[in-house]
């Protein structure tokens, strides 16, 4: 998920869609996220309904890259939930 969609001014969300019949899993990297359930430097809003939107039913592990893990992977785990299941 980081290495496709970050380092460009416009993910490439379309690329994204035609591979997800390929995924097995993504890495769902995270350096901090905010009380607000965002994280800075990554577009989970913009990638995470299309994984949703696919038929993708396996598993997104979270990549912590900072300290405060439990509070931090905590909030990760929320903003998935927000974005996927609207909870």
Same mark, same amino acid.
């Given at each position: %998920?980081?290495?496709? #969609?970050?380092?460009?001014?416009? =993910?490439? /969300?379309?690329? /994204?869609? *035609? &591979? %997800? =019949?390929?995924?097995?899993?993504?890495?769902?990297?995270?350096?901090?996220?905010?009380?607000?359930?965002?994280? +800075? @430097?990554?577009?989970?809003?913009?990638?995470? =309904? #299309?994984?949703?939107? @696919?038929? $993708?039913?396996?598993? &997104? %592990?979270?990549?912590?890259?900072?300290?405060? +893990?439990?509070?931090?992977?905590?909030?990760?785990?929320? %903003?998935?939930? *927000? /974005?996927? $299941?609207?909870?």
């Amino acid at each position: %998920m980081f290495g496709f #969609v970050t380092f460009y001014k416009k =993910p490439d /969300l379309e690329g /994204l869609k *035609k &591979i %997800m =019949p390929y995924c097995v899993r993504f890495y769902g990297k995270f350096h901090y996220i905010y009380d607000n359930l965002e994280e +800075a @430097s990554i577009p989970y809003n913009k990638i995470l =309904p #299309v994984i949703k939107d @696919s038929d $993708f039913e396996r598993y &997104i %592990m979270s990549e912590y890259e900072s300290g405060r +893990a439990y509070e931090i992977r905590k909030n990760h785990l929320q %903003m998935e939930r *927000k /974005l996927l $299941f609207g909870v």
